[in-house]
């Protein structure tokens, strides 16, 4: 199931939202990796440690609550890339050689099955990133 592929990958705990409401939590972590995108910040600020970090699967959407929160300690990690870094993917794909990362993949879709692809990260139960096949390889 879901838990045991996000505890493969190096997941301490998981806490399935449908069973468990955030609410009710007490303990304090490092990370907070909302895939529901629909906890806000200020609903987990108080379950990270000092220098705990959320991480929202759509920062947009908490756009407002991050400004908010700009001076405080706590702090809001971002699934975004801005601009490529050379340096870091060169990296990245060595480590990918190396079998030290291991990129999950849930579906790849040709370029002309595109939408297909684009409908597909939509929908629930997602595992890993969908790949649009720019060119035949």
Not at 35 to 52: A, H, I, Q, Y
Not at 86 to 100: H, K, M, S
């Amino acid at each position: 199931g879901q838990t045991a592929f996000l505890k493969g990958l190096g997941a301490e705990v998981v806490i399935n939202y449908r069973d468990r409401k955030i609410s009710t939590l007490s303990d304090r972590y490092d990370v907070i990796f909302d895939l529901t995108t629909s906890v806000k910040f200020s609903e987990v600020k108080s379950l990270l440690k000092p220098k705990g970090i959320f991480i929202p699967a759509d920062p947009f959407a908490q756009l407002l609550s991050i400004l908010g929160n700009v001076l405080r300690k706590k702090k809001v990690g971002y699934l975004m890339v801005d601009k490529g870094d050379n340096d870091r993917l060169t990296r990245i794909a060595q480590w990918v050689e190396q079998g030290q990362l291991k990129p999950i993949i849930d579906s790849i879709y040709s370029f002309k099955d595109y939408e297909k692809g684009l409908k597909r990260t939509l929908e629930p139960g997602k595992r890993g990133r969908i790949i649009i096949q720019i060119e035949e390889g």
